[in-house]
């Protein structure tokens, strides 16, 4: 079993740059699949970038190029890293650890504010 916690939001200009870190407690953080979502206000959660377990990624086409996703096995810890930031992008991060056919775990979520 994994539990996700998520840090590093914050309030930034457009135009700037955070990182959002997913860090892990419990085992076998190595086998788990890491993906970001993101939940905007008033809006439906949406997928933000996956990185498998094996380290290759995927993200979203709404945020290619302005965002990274990597995550540091050693230290139990994926990462977002978000560069170019956009008021669209303001929403609750949540980082999620899975596995096919295995239970999904979700992190409490890390409040992104991006202002114009």
């Known amino acids: 079993q994994a539990q996700l916690v998520e840090s590093g939001g914050g309030v930034v200009q457009a135009g700037g740059s955070l990182r959002v870190s997913c860090a892990a407690s419990g085992s076998m953080f190595n086998t788990y699949t890491i993906s970001w979502y993101r939940q905007g206000p008033g809006k439906q959660r949406e997928w933000v970038a996956t990185?498998?377990?094996?380290?290759?990624?995927n993200v979203a086409d709404s945020v290619k190029g302005r965002f990274t996703i990597s995550r540091d096995n050693a230290k139990n810890t994926a990462y977002l890293q978000m560069n170019s930031l956009k008021p669209e992008d303001t929403a609750i991060y949540l980082c999620k650890a899975w596995k096919t056919w295995g239970t999904d775990y979700w992190g409490q979520g890390t409040q992104v504010t991006v202002f114009s």
């Open positions: 990185i498998s377990s094996g380290g290759v990624t």
